[in-house]
């Protein structure tokens, strides 16, 4: 009676229960355990490497904008990706609610860094690279956002808990991007070199049939 009393539904409710209180698949808990430690990780560096150029990204250039543009956009894709890691840890219907909150918010910074972008008026290349790298930043939120509303409408489907996996693997690349372009790591693209072997090579280059003025024979007298 004791027992009954203490789990009245029976054994196979109690399992039951448990199936709907453990969103993650346990084969991709330890994914999202690691993920956590690494997006802390990362946070603290990148909290590290804003305080060492505070100074350039207070300025009122440009450039200044574009480098707060890419401190910001590291610091939402790293906290995206800890916020869903570790609300993917705690039993419950977590993990859904979370990723649509992070990725409305993450969508919320995209718009105001485009906006941001289109107020600067300047077309150049460092300007598009953003442009692209804030684009694609937004394309995983609406991803994560539509998962997010997935896995809270049908908790079994652990596709959706996969795909959000991928998805907070995608923020990091992103998020490591641009934070190495904020400290001004080096850059060697095969557009850059192949562009600057070809002019190297016209500029070295000298025809075989003509011969330059400062060597031409002198004209001859009368």
Same mark, same amino acid.
């Given at each position: 009676?004791?027992?009954? $009393?203490?789990?009245?539904?029976?054994?196979?409710?109690?399992?039951?229960?448990?199936?709907?209180?453990?969103?993650?698949?346990?084969?991709?808990?330890?994914? #999202?355990?690691?993920?956590?430690?690494?997006?802390?990780?990362?946070?603290?560096?990148?909290?590290?490497?804003?305080?060492?150029?505070?100074?350039?990204?207070?300025?009122?250039?440009?450039?200044? $904008?574009?480098?707060?543009?890419?401190?910001?956009?590291?610091?939402?894709?790293?906290?995206? !990706?800890?916020?869903?890691?570790? #609300?993917?840890?705690?039993?419950?219907?977590?993990?859904?609610?979370?990723?649509?909150?992070? !990725?409305?918010?993450?969508?919320?910074?995209? !718009?105001?860094?485009?906006?941001?972008?289109?107020?600067?008026?300047?077309?150049?290349?460092?300007?598009?690279?953003?442009?692209?790298?804030?684009?694609?930043?937004?394309?995983?939120?609406?991803?994560? #956002?539509?998962?997010?509303?997935?896995?809270?409408?049908?908790?079994?489907?652990?596709?959706?808990?996969?795909?959000?996996?991928?998805?907070?693997?995608?923020?990091?690349?992103?998020?490591?991007?641009? !934070?190495?372009?904020?400290?001004?790591?080096?850059?060697?693209?095969?557009?850059?070199?192949?562009?600057?072997?070809?002019?190297?090579?016209?500029?070295?280059?000298?025809?075989?049939?003509?011969?330059?003025?400062?060597?031409?024979?002198?004209?001859?007298?009368?």
């Amino acid at each position: 009676m004791h027992g009954k $009393q203490l789990n009245p539904v029976g054994p196979a409710g109690a399992n039951r229960s448990w199936d709907n209180h453990q969103m993650v698949p346990e084969g991709i808990r330890d994914f #999202f355990a690691a993920s956590a430690g690494v997006a802390g990780a990362l946070i603290g560096l990148l909290f590290v490497a804003i305080s060492v150029s505070v100074n350039r990204l207070n300025r009122e250039e440009a450039p200044a $904008q574009l480098h707060r543009i890419r401190a910001v956009a590291a610091l939402t894709a790293f906290t995206n !990706a800890l916020a869903v890691s570790l #609300f993917a840890l705690i039993p419950g219907q977590k993990i859904g609610i979370t990723s649509v909150v992070v !990725a409305a918010t993450g969508s919320l910074f995209v !718009a105001a860094s485009m906006l941001s972008l289109v107020r600067l008026r300047q077309v150049r290349w460092a300007t598009v690279r953003d442009a692209v790298f804030l684009l694609l930043l937004a394309i995983v939120f609406v991803l994560q #956002f539509i998962e997010g509303l997935g896995v809270i409408a049908d908790p079994a489907n652990s596709g959706d808990v996969n795909t959000i996996a991928i998805l907070v693997v995608c923020c990091f690349l992103i998020g490591i991007t641009r !934070a190495w372009e904020l400290i001004g790591g080096p850059s060697i693209g095969i557009t850059r070199e192949v562009t600057a072997l070809v002019r190297s090579h016209r500029r070295d280059e000298v025809p075989g049939d003509k011969v330059p003025a400062d060597e031409q024979p002198p004209a001859p007298a009368g």
